[in-house]
Each structure stands twice: as C-alpha cells, then as structure tokens.
C-alpha cells in the first residue's frame, strides 16, 4: 500500500489519509546522511561520488525547486531504502510526501478512470511536494498506463518532486515506454534537471545475511 510520510501526529491506521505512518524500517534518525553512509558502509557511496549528492539532498534544496532525483541499480542494492530515507528526511522539513510502487500506482490510477476518480486522484498527487515511484520499468507498460504516466507527470513537472527508483539505467527508460512520441513527452518531464544517483556494489541484503 501507499505509505505517507509526514512530520504530523500519527492517524488511526484505517483512516485514509495522506498522512498515515512513517515507514516502519527507519528509525528516527535514519534520513540523516551520515546513517545513510552507515548503512551503505559508506564506501560504496563514497566510491561513486554519492557522499555530497546525498548531503546536498538532505538540505530540501532540491524540493523547493521542484527537482526530481533518479535512483538506479540492481536489486538490493538500496534504492528503496535511500529513496524512504530521503522522503523521511523530506517530511521532517515539512514537505508533504507519498511512497508507492510505480505498477501499483499505475493500477490505481486505471482503476480510477472506471470509477471516475481519476481527476480527483491526479490532483491530490499533483498537490504533493515529494512523489516517490519506486519499481519503475520493473514490468512492461500498457499503453493506458504511458497516458496516465505522462498525465501524472505532467501536473508536476517543475513545481513538485518526483522521486523515481528503477533497477534499469535510465538510458533505457526510453525504449522500455515502448512508443517514442510518448517517450520523449514523459522523459523530458523526468530527466531534465534531476539529480542521478546510479548505485553499484553488492545486494544489501546478501551483506546483512552475512554479518
């Protein structure tokens, strides 16, 4: 399900609500950047450069003026766990921000148009200063879901944060939405002005495994 992050008082669970419980795997100080190094072991964020990417985001900067951040990688390498830890660090400097999945998001959305929520939904999305989409390319795209995409997108661009988890580089997020005119119209809407944070080294959960 969606999670909400948010620095306000918690809600009853059952309510729905953009603001409904912090991500149950980070503790209260786990958005800091020096615990993101930590948990990383540091050297792969160092080794790639990622120390003062990371530092710079955990300022808001980049959430005042509506820039987006690309994290790729294999799986378990951490994209999810950063991308949480960046949205807690988010909430508590006051942003408004909603983790999904991007199939799971996609669905919903299609759902929406059938019950004929969808622009009630499309506008509380847009209100959000900090999308997160994480799984994004994981599954192939059914035309519907690129118009929904690119409509989603669209409301955002320039003025709200999108941040994009994908285990595919984003040199083939382009031939992964499978119809270019839509392509083009969609990745511009992404890439332009975001801030690409490629992750490398072992799956984390293999390193956890081992201690």
Avoid at 61 to 67: K, P
Avoid at 75 to 87: D, E, F, I, P, S
Avoid at 196 to 204: D, F, H, N, P
């Amino acid at each position: 399900m969606p999670i909400a992050f948010n620095n306000t008082p918690r809600r009853p669970a059952n309510q729905h609500s953009l603001y409904t419980y912090p991500q149950p795997t980070l503790s209260k100080s786990a958005s800091t950047p020096g615990s993101i190094f930590s948990r990383h072991g540091g050297s792969n964020l160092d080794r790639r450069g990622h120390r003062e990417v990371i530092t710079s985001l955990a300022g808001g900067d980049w959430l005042r003026h509506g820039h987006n951040v690309l994290l790729t990688g294999a799986t378990g390498c951490g994209k999810t766990w950063l991308a949480c830890a960046l949205g807690q660090q988010a909430a508590r400097l006051g942003f408004s921000v909603l983790y999904t999945r991007a199939p799971r998001l996609l669905q919903e959305l299609h759902v929406a148009h059938g019950d004929g929520s969808l622009g009630k939904r499309l506008a509380q999305l847009a209100r959000l200063d900090l999308l997160i989409l994480d799984d994004f390319g994981i599954a192939p795209i059914a035309a519907h879901e690129r118009n929904d995409l690119l409509e989603l997108l669209d409301d955002r661009v320039g003025t709200r944060s999108t941040l994009i988890t994908s285990q595919l580089p984003v040199t083939a997020w382009h031939a992964w939405l499978d119809e270019p005119t839509l392509a083009d119209a969609i990745l511009d809407r992404i890439v332009h002005g975001s801030h690409k944070i490629a992750l490398k080294g072992e799956s984390m959960r293999k390193l956890t495994k081992a201690v």
